[in-house]
């Protein structure tokens, strides 16, 4: 009998930056943070990695600046005014809810079949990282 996978829990924009962001040698986070991310970057390779949607932060979180460890969210997305809203606009535009489960190839294909080679708005007003974190390049390979 084969070892089991370990399911990802990831929140409604990491469904979208996970499969496109490059953190190698990202000046924005920590190193232990983009280690982390890039763990999980190597898991969703396989197709066949199940990812369950959460509410708020999940695996690719931890060790975010913005992570706040004792409740599990994050500073700048979870609290008031705008709490989640990046989140819930992804999850919109994907098709999915909190809860719902995927596997990366089936994530993979519906960011595709959505958005293409434009990146969403969302990466515009919530993020402004795209330079830096060649996201577009990501898209492509996609």
Known sequence: M???????????????????????GDPIYSARFC????????????PSQAIE??????DTCRYCPSWNEQDGKCRLYDYPPNANRIDLE???????SVGDEITSGELKQRIKGRFGTTLPAMCSWACGFESVLHCSQGQRKL
């Open 2 to 24: 084969g070892k089991e996978k370990t399911k990802i829990r990831l929140r409604g924009h990491h469904l979208f930056c996970s499969n496109v962001m490059d953190v190698d």
């Open 90 to 96: 992804m999850l919109e535009a994907l098709s999915l």
């Open 35 to 46: 280690a982390n991310f890039r763990k999980y970057q190597q898991m969703m390779a396989d």
């Open 53 to 58: 949607v959460v509410c708020t932060c999940g």
